[in-house]
């Protein structure tokens, strides 16, 4: 599975997964919820469609973007969660995230099984 956005054009889907370290699921919730809330309320150009779901302490994302320009850009929210992200305390394992603008190898992090796709 690629997770790069260099070959890809037109709509972008964007799978994500993560989980929550014991005891931090809600507040992990919460950042995520933030997320969502600012792309469902229209702040995030090029955002086409924005889902979350949890179980437990297991997340998904699902995000639709017109292109990939609306991927690369970072909402105010999401440089929120990723701020927290970064310390390790809110999720488990350790891998690379794959950002917008930069890829973040982040000490905490499960394997983000994070994956774009192009529409077809």
Known sequence: MDSSLENLKGKIILHGHITAKEGQAERLQGLAKDIHDYALAGNEPGCLAHK??????????????????????????????????????????????????????IPGLQPPQMAFYEEV
């Open 52 to 105: 979350l779901c949890r179980n437990g302490n297991d997340f998904l994302v699902f995000e639709e973007f017109a292109s990939v320009e609306a991927v690369k850009a970072e909402s105010p929210p999401f440089q929120a969660f990723l701020s927290e992200i970064e310390g390790g305390a809110l999720s488990t394992g350790v891998s690379e995230l794959l950002t917008s603008k930069r890829a973040y190898f």
